[in-house]
Protein backbone atom coordinates (compact mmCIF):
# COMPACT_ATOMS: atom_id res chain seq x y z
CA UNK A 1 0.00 0.00 0.00
CA UNK A 2 1.08 3.28 -0.94
CA UNK A 3 -0.32 6.89 -0.47
CA UNK A 4 -0.16 9.22 -3.15
CA UNK A 5 -0.09 12.99 -2.51
CA UNK A 6 -2.72 14.94 -4.07
CA UNK A 7 -4.35 18.07 -3.87
CA UNK A 8 -7.63 18.32 -1.50
CA UNK A 9 -10.59 17.29 -4.02
CA UNK A 10 -13.58 19.60 -3.90
CA UNK A 11 -16.01 18.93 -0.70
CA UNK A 12 -14.45 16.44 0.47
CA UNK A 13 -14.05 17.90 4.25
CA UNK A 14 -10.83 15.54 5.28
CA UNK A 15 -11.42 12.24 3.61
CA UNK A 16 -8.29 12.57 1.86
CA UNK A 17 -6.44 13.44 4.99
CA UNK A 18 -3.73 11.28 6.11
CA UNK A 19 -2.07 10.81 9.17
CA UNK A 20 0.94 12.46 8.02
CA UNK A 21 -0.97 15.61 7.63
CA UNK A 22 -1.42 15.39 4.42
CA UNK A 23 -4.50 14.58 1.31
CA UNK A 24 -3.57 10.95 -0.39
CA UNK A 25 -5.35 8.49 -2.16
CA UNK A 26 -4.78 4.89 -1.22
CA UNK A 27 -2.42 2.48 -3.79
CA UNK A 28 -2.99 -1.14 -3.02
CA UNK A 29 -0.95 -3.22 -5.31
CA UNK A 30 -0.48 -7.74 -5.14
CA UNK A 31 1.99 -8.52 -6.98
CA UNK A 32 3.29 -12.17 -7.85
CA UNK A 33 6.65 -14.00 -6.59
CA UNK A 34 7.84 -12.22 -10.12
CA UNK A 35 6.96 -9.11 -9.10
CA UNK A 36 4.08 -8.62 -11.80
CA UNK A 37 1.32 -6.83 -10.74
CA UNK A 38 -2.01 -9.24 -10.22
CA UNK A 39 -4.81 -6.88 -8.52
CA UNK A 40 -4.08 -3.15 -8.23
CA UNK A 41 -7.08 -0.93 -6.12
CA UNK A 42 -6.41 2.91 -6.17
CA UNK A 43 -8.95 5.61 -4.88
CA UNK A 44 -9.32 4.71 -1.00
CA UNK A 45 -10.02 7.97 1.25
CA UNK A 46 -5.85 8.37 2.37
CA UNK A 47 -7.57 8.70 5.95
CA UNK A 48 -8.99 4.96 6.10
CA UNK A 49 -5.80 2.95 7.61
CA UNK A 50 -4.02 0.37 5.41
CA UNK A 51 -5.55 -2.79 7.09
CA UNK A 52 -9.10 -1.40 7.02
CA UNK A 53 -8.56 -0.78 3.43
CA UNK A 54 -7.09 -4.22 2.47
CA UNK A 55 -10.28 -6.16 4.88
CA UNK A 56 -13.19 -4.21 2.81
CA UNK A 57 -11.54 -4.57 -0.28
CA UNK A 58 -12.97 -7.04 -2.55
CA UNK A 59 -10.01 -9.46 -2.19
CA UNK A 60 -10.12 -8.60 1.17
CA UNK A 61 -13.62 -9.86 1.41
CA UNK A 62 -13.32 -12.56 -1.05
CA UNK A 63 -10.05 -14.49 0.96
CA UNK A 64 -11.96 -14.30 4.36
CA UNK A 65 -14.89 -15.40 2.69
CA UNK A 66 -12.80 -17.94 1.01
CA UNK A 67 -14.25 -17.96 -2.08
CA UNK A 68 -11.11 -17.29 -4.17
CA UNK A 69 -9.56 -20.31 -6.55
CA UNK A 70 -5.82 -20.19 -4.45
CA UNK A 71 -3.25 -22.43 -5.60
CA UNK A 72 -3.70 -25.62 -3.85
CA UNK A 73 -1.37 -26.07 -0.25
CA UNK A 74 2.53 -27.33 -1.22
CA UNK A 75 4.92 -29.43 1.12
CA UNK A 76 7.95 -27.81 2.30
CA UNK A 77 10.12 -30.09 4.15
CA UNK A 78 7.77 -32.30 5.64
CA UNK A 79 4.00 -30.21 6.06
CA UNK A 80 1.81 -28.89 3.91
CA UNK A 81 1.39 -25.26 3.92
CA UNK A 82 -1.40 -22.58 2.28
CA UNK A 83 -0.34 -20.40 -0.33
CA UNK A 84 -0.02 -16.42 2.08
CA UNK A 85 0.19 -13.27 1.13
CA UNK A 86 3.22 -10.97 2.82
CA UNK A 87 1.94 -7.42 4.27
CA UNK A 88 3.41 -5.33 6.83
CA UNK A 89 2.85 -4.95 10.63
CA UNK A 90 -0.66 -2.90 9.43
CA UNK A 91 -2.19 -5.89 8.34
CA UNK A 92 -3.35 -8.57 11.22
CA UNK A 93 -2.25 -12.02 10.78
CA UNK A 94 -4.62 -14.00 9.20
CA UNK A 95 -4.25 -18.02 7.76
CA UNK A 96 -3.99 -16.28 4.11
CA UNK A 97 -1.56 -13.42 5.48
CA UNK A 98 1.63 -13.32 7.19
CA UNK A 99 4.07 -10.44 8.33
CA UNK A 100 7.79 -10.83 7.49
CA UNK A 101 8.31 -9.62 11.26
CA UNK A 102 5.88 -12.03 12.68
CA UNK A 103 7.76 -14.85 10.38
CA UNK A 104 11.01 -13.92 11.54
CA UNK A 105 9.50 -13.98 15.01
CA UNK A 106 8.63 -17.42 14.94
CA UNK A 107 12.33 -18.05 13.53
CA UNK A 108 13.77 -17.32 17.34
CA UNK A 109 10.66 -18.11 19.42
CA UNK A 110 9.34 -21.40 20.35
CA UNK A 111 5.78 -22.34 19.29
CA UNK A 112 4.67 -22.29 23.02
CA UNK A 113 6.36 -18.70 23.78
CA UNK A 114 3.15 -17.01 21.97
CA UNK A 115 -0.20 -16.71 22.95
CA UNK A 116 -2.06 -19.19 21.72
CA UNK A 117 -4.65 -15.68 20.21
CA UNK A 118 -3.87 -11.85 20.16
CA UNK A 119 -3.16 -9.51 17.69
CA UNK A 120 -6.07 -10.05 16.24
CA UNK A 121 -4.78 -13.60 14.85
CA UNK A 122 -6.36 -16.64 15.33
CA UNK A 123 -4.84 -19.45 16.45
CA UNK A 124 -5.18 -21.12 12.77
CA UNK A 125 -3.34 -18.48 11.72
CA UNK A 126 -0.36 -19.30 14.29
CA UNK A 127 -0.40 -22.90 13.35
CA UNK A 128 0.16 -21.53 9.68
CA UNK A 129 2.85 -19.27 11.05
CA UNK A 130 4.18 -22.24 12.80
CA UNK A 131 4.55 -24.28 9.72
CA UNK A 132 6.26 -21.81 7.69
CA UNK A 133 8.72 -21.38 11.00
CA UNK A 134 9.85 -25.57 10.93
CA UNK A 135 10.47 -25.09 7.18
CA UNK A 136 12.73 -21.97 7.26
CA UNK A 137 15.18 -23.26 10.26
CA UNK A 138 14.94 -26.61 8.48
CA UNK A 139 17.91 -28.02 6.21
CA UNK A 140 14.98 -27.74 3.24
CA UNK A 141 14.02 -24.52 3.77
CA UNK A 142 17.39 -22.64 5.32
CA UNK A 143 19.50 -20.02 3.42
CA UNK A 144 22.80 -19.72 4.38
CA UNK A 145 23.24 -16.51 5.67
CA UNK A 146 20.13 -16.80 8.13
CA UNK A 147 21.64 -17.43 11.08
CA UNK A 148 23.83 -14.14 10.79
CA UNK A 149 20.53 -11.69 10.38
CA UNK A 150 18.13 -13.09 13.33
Known amino acids: MENILTSNPPNSGSLYFNYKKTFSVVL?????ANYNFT????????KNSDGGIF???NLGKELQRKNLSLPASYRP???TAPYVLVGD???PLKTYLMRPSCLHKRFVAAYDDLPAVGLNASIEAFY???TFKSYFISPAGAVPWQNNRI
Do not use: C, K, Q, T
Not at 28 to 32: E, G, T
Open 28 to 32: MALVD
Open 39 to 46: IVNVGSYG
Open 89 to 91: EAF
Open 128 to 130: VSD
Open 77 to 79: GSS
Open 55 to 57: ANS
